[in-house]
């Protein structure tokens, strides 16, 4: 079981490592050469000498330390005067409150009665003139030993790293073996494969800086054919056991998938831990006050990634929220394209209705006004009438007229009558 399933036993082989390995500087443990007070780094440095023949860098790893190290040198080269400045500035706000008696609200009532107790007030100005005085020239008289020079290429610190170190860095990886595991890298991190996953709120190709360091580290397992000894100050779940605050080491996964891509074995610790293993196995003495800054550096580290993740979550969450409100926003709003159809759709309404109203014209145009066939009625009942009129008219007429069959019969009766005239006499 031990053979087959290293990564549960590997205490076992532990010492084995500790003995046999190439050592591997993770960015953060050779950047600590910077952070280090002087008698520190002194003491750093004897104890990479002492292993100065086992002691590599990877070629990702250099590129970090060499970026880093240009921040590193410019803030503790500047720190005095930033220190200085910030309690100057804070000073003299306390002065302005004091002298013109104005505050925050919770303070008003105190410095009403300030204003009436003058002794009092001069005696607090003195001792704040005085003190800040005394802290200025305590600023000034602190033993910086990084300066701007070392920006400039005289920096005994690189020097001697560089001598320890040499020509010990692995090779670089080709872009497309870059390439390939970015693409690996995006599976892994969904699928929560350590290590690196712990960084995929990185926006750039950062993210990655870790698995490009665990490929390199394999590589260099099988060029060299021995163990890998990893000396990391990251000790997120990516990387490290966790288990109820204590770290137990490096993840199964990463010890199996070492053993199965080298045939060779991986462990890593802290720097602190490594600076313990190596002071205890060359007799390396008084080095209490190194671990102490190291481990106050490392929660330092670890202090300033816990409030990037917080402000990372914080941005994802204001981006969810602003995602949110543009998505409601845009629900509200009406779609370009449907808008744009819409559109569409009421000016062929608008035609259509158009063409309508074009026919019906047309149409009352074919079709007689009513008012005019009453007229045309009218009209006609008008010319009835005067017809019927004519009509009676010659009815009466008529009636007027003689009828000449009577003219006859009278006239006949006259003839007769002339004929006759004794029948006259005689009737009479």
């Not at 920006?151 to 320890?164: A, N, T, Y």
Request: with cysteine; aromatic share 8%.
């Amino acid at each position: 079981m031990k053979t087959k399933f290293k990564e549960h036993h590997i205490i076992e082989f532990v010492d084995q490592i500790y003995e046999t390995a190439i050592i591997v500087l993770d960015t953060n443990s050779v950047l600590n050469l910077y952070r280090y007070s002087e008698e520190n780094r002194s003491k750093y440095f004897e104890i990479l000498r002492k292993v100065e023949e086992r002691l590599f860098l990877t070629h990702h790893i250099c590129d970090e330390f060499y970026k880093n190290r240009l921040i590193i040198i410019e803030n503790r080269s500047s720190f005095k005067d930033t220190i200085n400045e910030l309690i100057e500035e804070n000073q003299n706000k306390l002065l302005n409150i004091i002298n013109n008696y104005t505050g925050a609200d919770k303070y008003n009532s105190a410095l009403s009665i300030l204003k009436h107790e003058n002794s009092l007030k001069e005696c607090i100005v003195s001792e704040l003139e005085t003190s800040m005085k005394k802290i200025t020239s305590s600023i000034q008289d602190f033993k910086q030993d990084l300066d701007f020079n070392y920006l400039q290429g005289k920096d005994p610190i690189l020097e001697e790293l560089v001598e320890i170190i040499k020509e010990k860095v692995s090779f670089e990886l080709t872009a497309e073996e870059k390439e390939n595991i970015y693409i690996d890298g995006k599976e892994r991190y969904e699928k929560e494969i350590p290590p690196g996953y712990k960084d995929n709120a990185k926006n750039s190709i950062d993210k990655f800086g870790d698995l490009i360091i665990w490929n390199e580290l394999q590589a260099l397992s099988v060029k060299t054919d021995r163990p890998i000894l990893f000396i990391s100050d990251d000790r997120k779940e990516d990387w490290a056991i966790k288990f109820k605050g204590h770290d137990l080491g490096p993840r199964k996964e990463l010890i199996k998938e070492f053993i199965n891509n080298t045939n060779n074995l991986f462990y890593s610790i802290t720097t602190k831990k490594f600076i313990q293993l190596i002071s205890e196995s060359y007799k390396v003495a008084n080095t209490e006050t190194l671990e102490a800054e190291t481990e106050n550096i490392q929660k330092n580290i670890q202090q300033k990634e816990v409030d990037n993740v917080k402000k990372n979550i914080d941005r994802l969450k204001k981006r969810e929220k602003n995602y949110d409100e543009s998505q409601g926003l845009l629900e509200r709003m009406s779609n370009p394209l449907d808008q744009f159809n819409r559109n569409q759709d009421m000016l062929i309404r608008i035609n259509n209705q158009n063409n309508e109203i074009q026919n019906s014209n047309e149409i009352l145009k074919r079709m007689r006004n009513p008012l005019d066939d009453f007229n045309s009625a009218q009209e006609i009942f008008r010319q009835m009438r005067n017809s019927n009129d004519e009509i009676i008219n010659s009815h009466e007429i008529l009636k007027r007229m003689r009828n000449p069959l009577d003219d006859f019969n009278s006239a006949q009766e006259i003839i007769r009558q002339m004929r006759n005239p004794n029948n006259d006499d005689n009737q009479v």
